[in-house]
């Protein structure tokens, strides 16, 4: 039996909650901490009866006073969406600032491992195609985006620093798109949308021209490549993980109309301010150091999310 405990903040969300699942069913005792602005208790309702599991309601940006010895920290708290960027920018300054800062605290006082969650946006509208760990991004500190991308450098920053100056056992990992059950339908993202429309025979909503690219990564793949950059990861290094086949987002949406036979048409509207153009990681540094790959295709992700959604809406 394993005793070790591992903190997930962020825990009720997308990502979160299945990293949740996945480190009960590798023995861990899991604290999951979530001010639940933008996850919520349903997806974590059916870990609250497993007595290994502890919920707390709490903000990062507070002390959340743990008692226990915690030997992890995955720091996936945060709010991530496009349409939050434009709502809430105090709110991801600050959870990636204050709030990065408190759990680095907590990771030193407990000699625990600490893994934070960056992102793919800190490459910005990037130059490099694909993106490299070594590639600095391109990116608008005064757009619409810069407070989520802008917030994520500073905490990268600010964990290079606790490892450097207090030799915390840190790792970042950048999180490229990733789709599965438990996205937010109110999220705005392009799968998410896409797949509610068509499901409501809506119309489907292209940004833009829709030759703009993205490549994806099915939920179950990310959290293993999670799991084994806390794990297998080398302190104060960093991790690209996505999925590596890039498609152009008018494609995803003809793809998601075959798979749900849906009489919804395409409709194209305005592109989003500083929306990237391309992205697709390399993920070479993965693929050789963390033993790490995406094993799930797009079409079959594409069909366990419809059907997710399908009991959802
Ligand atoms: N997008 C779209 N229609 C939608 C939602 C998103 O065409 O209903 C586009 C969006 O402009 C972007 C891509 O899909 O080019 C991915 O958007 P998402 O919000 O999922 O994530 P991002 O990669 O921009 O962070």
Redo the contacts with the bound molecule.
Sequence with gaps: MNEEIALVTGGAGFIGSHLCEYLLNKGFKVICADNLSTGSEKNIEKLRTNEDFKFLKKDVRDDLEIKEKINYIFDMASR????DFKDYPIDILTTNGFGVFNLLNLAEKNNAKFLFSS???IYGDPKEHPQKETYCGNVNTLGI?GCYDEAKRFAEAMTMAYVREKNVDARIIRI??TYGPRLNEY????????IT?ALRNEP?????D?N?T?SFCYVSDMVEGIYKAMMEGKKGDVYNLGGEDEYK??D??SKIKELTSTNSNIVF?E??ED???I?KPNIGKAKKYLNWEPIINLEDGLKKTIEYFKNEI
């Design positions: 991530a969406s496009p349409k992102t793919s946006e985006r490229f798109n999220d705005g993202r392009v799968i998410s949308n896409f429309q489907i909503t292209v940004y833009g829709g703009q993205r987002i008018l995803i949406a509207k592109l989003p929306d990237p153009r992205r």
